[in-house]
């Protein structure tokens, strides 16, 4: 087998394990009426504490175990393991008993998420990246997008499955799909292929210029990146957690509802690519930019204008602007290279691509929660979302001031 077609299959394998895991981990904003409805004399962001500790556990896993797996593990053998864990998540909802047992199952879905998608599904191709050539931002973008396409499609399947069947037996069907794509992701990765973005031989000639781990956690632009990072998927995610139980607030079913949602994810698609596409003309500030305004703008709508035009048409609107935020998964892989180079990349990257977003996932739901159910608004949550979003844009800026690769290369 050539190389470049060891390099097509990579990538595509990735896309669809990303497609699937990403897609079963953001089902939970969809599911938060259904749980709210089961367990009535828990509050909204009690139990978006599943969701929390989730993604916690997934920031956890991301930042301090996922950089000395990608050394020793090839991603098909992770991806296998991601349909063994994925089976006992689902049961573990399937057969949950009380809001406790929902945030022990998030707990394990947050290592099932860790392990099996942004960090992961970029390490599948990682070590093709010379044979991508200048199409890198691009063919990175696309299997970022899908995660983003299995999100939105994940999305739309319970709004169908709603009509038919219970919100456990839902579970039950998307850990079927799950598993069948993690086992099409592992019979297409090539087997020989290592996730380490760079063999140990290259690694240790110092060829390939940047800054090791130790010394991009001296710097200042490594932590202004990761809170960077953290702050706009606050807003973000914030948003996307509460908007299916805010709409249902204002009137709409919970199907309507989760079709708002994926509608929203679908269209991020289309930015993702885009984001992957311009970065090499808008450069990573407009990329940046890109991200975080409209986003902030779509929440402010969101929070203040959408109670007193309530409709669906409105509702897209406002969704349009703001899935640029998915486009935050395209900043981390772009921004590593040009602050820390490539010798550590993979290292660096999984810590921002898996650490500081789902750190800020985590942080999401109970920051914004906490406010929505303390002053009894959305309205609130939504502006606080914006404004932390908007300080986590710019942090990305300071960072790029103080750039170390420069000053290392001027020095």
Not at 103 to 118: D, N, P, W
Request: charged share 5%.
């Amino acid at each position: 087998m050539t190389d470049n077609k060891k390099a097509k299959l990579a990538a595509v394998g990735a896309c669809i394990a990303l497609f699937a895991n990403m897609g079963m981990n953001s089902v939970f904003t969809i599911f938060l009426p259904s749980f709210v409805s089961e367990w009535p004399h828990a509050n909204v962001a009690t139990i978006a504490l599943a969701a929390t500790f989730g993604c916690l556990m997934a920031f956890a896993c991301s930042t301090f175990l996922v950089g000395p797996l990608l050394k020793k593990v090839a991603p098909r053998t992770l991806f296998l393991v991601c349909a063994v864990l994925a089976v006992v998540y689902c049961l573990m909802y399937y057969f949950a008993n009380g809001v406790t047992m929902l945030i022990i199952a998030g707990l394990f879905g947050g290592i099932v998420l860790s392990i099996g998608t942004h960090a992961m599904g970029v390490a599948a191709i990682t070590p093709y990246f010379a044979k991508y050539g200048a199409k890198t931002p691009l063919i990175v973008s696309i299997v970022l997008a899908s995660a983003a396409l299995g999100a939105a499609a994940f999305s739309f399947i319970p709004g169908i499955l709603f009509n038919y069947m219970n919100w456990r037996s839902v579970f039950l069907v998307i850990g079927a799909i799950v598993v069948v794509c993690d086992l099409i992701a592992v019979a297409l990765i090539p087997k020989t292929e290592r996730s380490g973005s760079v063999s140990a031989e290259t690694e240790n000639s110092g060829e390939l210029p940047g800054l090791t781990m130790r010394e991009a956690l001296s710097t200042s632009s490594f932590w202004l990146v990761l809170f960077g990072i953290l702050f706009i998927t606050i807003m973000y995610q914030g948003l996307c957690v509460y908007m299916p139980t805010y709409l249902t607030t204002l009137g709409m079913s919970q199907s309507a509802a989760s079709s708002m949602q994926g509608i929203m994810q679908t269209v991020g698609i289309v930015f993702i690519f885009a984001g992957g596409a311009l970065v090499n003309k808008i450069g990573v500030k407009g990329l940046i930019l890109f991200t975080s305004i409209p986003l902030a703008l779509g929440c402010l709508l969101y929070a203040y204008a959408f109670p007193s035009h309530v409709s669906i048409g409105f509702a897209v609107v406002c969704s349009v602007l703001c899935v640029t935020g998915a486009v935050v998964t395209n900043v981390c892989p772009t921004i590593t290279p040009i602050l820390f180079g490539q010798k550590n990349m993979n290292q660096i990257n999984s810590v921002y691509s898996g650490g500081a977003f789902w750190g800020g996932a985590a942080l999401a739901s109970q920051v914004v929660g906490r406010v929505i159910t303390g002053t009894e608004s959305y309205a609130n949550g939504f502006l606080t979302a914006a404004v932390i979003g908007i300080a986590g844009m710019a942090l990305l800026f300071f960072a790029l001031a103080a750039n170390p690769m420069k000053k290392r290369e001027n020095a």
